[in-house]
T-cell receptor, first 114, second 112 residues
């Protein structure tokens, strides 16, 4: 798989259920970020986890990072119809210099049914 | 809450024409970026800009592309001679001292 690949590609759940999306990557990273994109709109930053962190929470979001497996997961608890969007992971590489360019995955399309 | 703005929201141009996409990053941010997303594809990094110079660029960012920060607030992407394959959504982003990048709403470029 390519750097920053999410699975599943599409996920449909009922409102109130939890949604889990996974991301795998190939190279060593400085940090991993999750973004949300509503159809045809810009990217909204959700949460960042650094390579030395294993878990992070922000409101209804929980992100885990396993650098040994080069994978991350995003959990959205108690989902709402408004959570319907595409979710992308993006990785920032370890390298010399500013190393801020992000490599995005293909995304998971989440649909939350009312 | 401060946000990144981009103009225009939609630009239609003919092949071979020059286009300039404009962005106003968040005012106290130091790092600026351009990404693009071809319809149905991944978001791709184009270029990053810091301290008035390009800090990183991708293979996509060839001699047809240039960036400029003409004043203290604007950040522009110029495509000198557009091709059909340049049709995409172009996103500007900025970041401060942290690694989080904040994206604008995008400019949809259509090359005919």
């Amino acid at each position: 798989s390519q750097q920053g690949e999410e699975d599943p590609q599409a996920l449909s759940i009922q409102e109130g259920e939890n949604a889990t999306m996974n991301c795998s990557y190939k190279t060593s990273i400085n940090n991993l970020q999750w973004y949300r994109q509503n159809s045809g709109r810009g990217l909204v930053h959700l949460i960042l986890i650094r390579s030395n962190e294993r878990e992070k929470h922000s409101g209804r979001l929980r992100v885990t990072l396993d650098t040994s497996k080069k994978s991350s997961s995003l959990l959205i608890t108690a989902s709402r119809a408004a959570d319907t969007a595409s979710y992308f992971c993006a990785t920032a590489p370890i390298s010399s210099g500013s190393a801020r360019q992000l490599t995005f995955g293909s995304g998971t399309q989440l649909t939350v049914l009312p | 809450e401060p946000e990144v703005t981009q103009t225009p929201s939609h630009q239609v141009t003919q092949m071979g024409q020059e286009v300039i996409l404009r962005c106003v990053p968040i005012s106290n941010h130091l790092y600026f970026y351009w990404y693009r997303q071809i319809l149905g594809q991944k978001v791709e990094f184009l270029v990053s800009f810091y301290n008035n110079e390009i800090s990183e660029k991708s293979e996509i960012f060839d001699d047809q592309f240039s960036v400029e920060r003409p004043d203290g607030s604007n950040f522009t992407l110029k495509i000198r001679s557009t091709k059909l394959e340049d049709s995409a959504m172009y996103f500007c982003a900025s970041s401060g001292s942290g690694a989080e990048q904040y994206f604008g709403p995008g400019t949809r470029l259509t090359v005919t």
